[in-house]
């Protein structure tokens, strides 16, 4: 496994998501990670990083409602998600960070925020 999204699903405007992330270690260990999302007609852009010691980032857009978590003993990371807004309607990727190292992109995991 590179890496694998899961946890998507559809949900109504105030609800809640957890993603999971499952990354091979050769990937995950030692670098920063982050849950990436690509809305359609958009770009791919980061709305969480997670530091190699577990230093949480977000976008101002997710600030206060999503929480960005890393195991490294089971090589995850995930995205808790709540008062999710149709906005957040997206596919949600994770890959390393910063851009200039992640590797090849998963499948993703689909969250549709319905209003």
């Known amino acids: 496994v590179q890496l694998q999204a899961s946890g998507g699903g559809l949900v109504q405007a105030g609800g809640s998501l957890r993603l999971s992330c499952a990354a091979s270690?050769?990937?995950?260990?030692?670098?920063?990670m982050g849950w990436y999302r690509q809305a359609p007609g958009k770009q791919r852009v980061l709305v969480a990083r997670?530091?190699?010691?577990?230093?949480?980032v977000y976008a101002d857009s997710v600030q206060g409602r999503f929480t960005i978590s890393r195991d490294a003993a089971k090589g995850t990371v995930d995205l808790q998600m709540n008062d999710l807004k149709p906005e957040d309607t997206a596919v949600y990727y994770c890959?390393?960070?910063?851009?200039?190292?992640?590797?090849?992109w998963g499948k993703g995991t689909l969250v549709t925020v319905s209003s």
């Open positions: 890959n390393r960070w910063p851009s200039s190292v992640t590797v090849a």
């Open positions: 270690l050769n990937i995950f260990s030692g670098y920063g």
């Open positions: 997670v530091s190699s010691r577990g230093t949480p």
